[in-house]
């Protein structure tokens, strides 16, 4: 199997931490992907995991487990242009499988 | 430097017509590949061109065809439209996806099968 699961969504509070979760069942492993798309526009690179371990780009960080077949997507000091959907992804040599997405909403 | 370019941005075709979806990638950049997203789905893989030649196909019917051109550019074809084809077609163009980990994606074009 190929696919990937994460929740359809998730609400949190501006100037908080949530954290998206993200399991996939494959055969082979090419690395983990995050991409992120507001209504209305394009999927938007976030950061990639082909490691164990965890990988950090400003208040994003991801994480990945290769043995859990398992990673996630950390979001630092919410705002509120960050409420869009998140979705992982797994990288193939032809294509990009990617999980259903996770709907972020964000209160004030 | 342009980003991934997809024309038109929006279209309304009729079932059983033809339509054709046109991308052109980030300069220097010689892989395009297609996705279909309905509506709170993720993207789904159509194709993968690369250096001009088809190196993947998803699982979907003879009914979608693409090809790419010499400038890299790329096409898809869809024929015999069916309500279900409407949703958002994006292109996505890298490097090479061998070795890229990432893939730049156009705004998509929106179709609406009615």
Redo the contacts between chains.
């Keep these: 199997g190929q696919s990937l699961e994460q929740p359809s969504e998730v609400t949190a509070v501006e100037g908080a931490i949530v954290q998206i979760n993200c399991t996939y069942q494959t055969s082979g492993f090419y690395g983990l992907s995050w991409y992120q798309q507001h209504d209305g526009g394009a999927p938007t690179f976030l950061s990639y995991n082909a490691l164990d371990g965890l990988e950090e780009t400003g208040r994003f960080s991801s994480f990945l487990s290769r043995s859990d077949s398992y990673g996630y997507l950390l979001l630092q000091e919410l705002q509120m242009k960050d409420s869009a959907s998140y979705f992982c992804a797994r990288n193939r040599d032809d294509k990009i499988i990617f999980g259903k997405g996770t709907r972020l909403h964000i209160l004030p | 430097d342009a980003g ?1 370019t997809q024309s038109p941005t929006h279209l309304i075709k009729t079932r059983g017509q033809h339509v054709t979806l046109r991308c052109s990638p980030i300069s220097g950049h010689k892989s395009v ?1 297609w ?1 279909q997203q309905v509506l ?6 159509i194709f ?1 061109y690369y250096e001009k030649e088809e ?2 196909r ?1 699982n979907f019917p003879d009914r979608f065809s693409a090809r790419q051109f010499p400038n890299y550019s790329s096409e898809l074809n869809v024929n015999a439209l069916l309500l279900g084809d409407s949703a958002l077609y ?1 292109c ?1 163009s890298s490097s090479d ?2 070795i890229s ?8 074009t929106r179709l609406t099968v009615v």
């Design positions: 991934v590949s996705y709170g789905q993720g993207p789904q893989f993968q190196r993947g998803g994006l996505a996806p061998l980990t990432e893939a730049f994606f156009g705004q998509g």
